[in-house]
């Protein structure tokens, strides 16, 4: 069976990162130690209960597990159902010592992270990423929050889990599009820090992506390492966290533009982000003209979105997306801050981008040029 475990150095914060199979069917096993008490809440959302809640509650065994299962979607990181949730584990009579749950992808992940941070000012959770962007990305760092209307994931807390599942197993009930878009936060640890991960990618990705286990973990224990890595170095994103945003001050835009809908997920957002990153980088002359178009050969031979024409529909101008840039977290004093490369796994944080030539990238871009 494969069981593989990163550890996430953060002082009295530290915590593991399980990576494997039947994870879910032994989860008593991985949480007991965790628990003052065999009681357990578990936040989910209608989707993930129908597939993986009684799997859940059998592998917790003797725990009592009391449940609330939320709409699926992005729309549920909201006011109204951070209200919902933290008054349902009140009416649970959930208690300081308790620990919380967070089955699902990466909207239960954040969701449910942000109301451990403030339920009786802070209780523990647990993660269990049922996503394959869950389980490279959102469970791991203590990044929760929901959204607000002037942009994505701007309330919010840092609040580490105590504990992280990525059953394997359960990549398999997702849809190849979700798997996908997973996929493209994994291609985004390669490019932004590990050239030899990025070549493996590009010689196991077809294999990983029909389903082979092996694969799948080790490209899931790749990522979560290097993670790992830069949220020790920079837990609260003062500096090196900002190389996990690879491709997504490009994404974020584009998701603002086609309103978080299903026309674009946030995966194939960052895929498509990087792709234009590292064009942006080869025009600016900090990496070879051959590096975007090995990152967009990888993406296409993956059956990826790689261009703005991939996006169904109509897209704004490039002045009005360069506007949309604008609420990214890593603005510092209304100056954007982009994370380039250098080459392929040699990503950098700066601020010397000058608006114009993002302004033309995207202009080409919408036009097809690039
Ligand atoms: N998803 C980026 C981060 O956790 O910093």
Known sequence: MIRETVHVPLGDRSYDVRIGEDL???AAE????LLPRPRVAVLTDE???GAHLDALGAGLGDIEMVSLALTPGEATKSWSALEKTVEWMLAEKIERRDVMIALGGGVIGDL?????AILRRGIRYVQIP??????VDSSVGGKTAINSPAGKNLIGAFHQPSLVLADIGVLETLTPRDFLAGYGEVVKYGLLGDAVFFDWLETNGPALAKGDRNLRAHAVKRSVEMKAEIVARDETEQGDRALLNLGHTFCHALEAATGYSDRLLHGEGVAIGCALAFELSARLGLCSQEDPSRVRAHLKSMGMKTDLSDIPGDLPNA???VDLMGQDKKVIDGQLRFIMARGIGEAFVTSDV?????VTL???ALAGRG
């Open 47 to 49: 989707t993930v209960a």
């Open 354 to 358: 000058p608006r114009d030539a993002v």
């Open 362 to 364: 995207l202009k080409d």
């Open 319 to 321: 002045e009005t997306l």
């Open 30 to 33: 991985e949480i007991r130690a």
């Open 24 to 26: 879910i069917a032994t």
């Open 130 to 135: 049922t996503s394959l962007l869950a389980q």
């Open 112 to 116: 449910g992270g942000f109301a451990s």
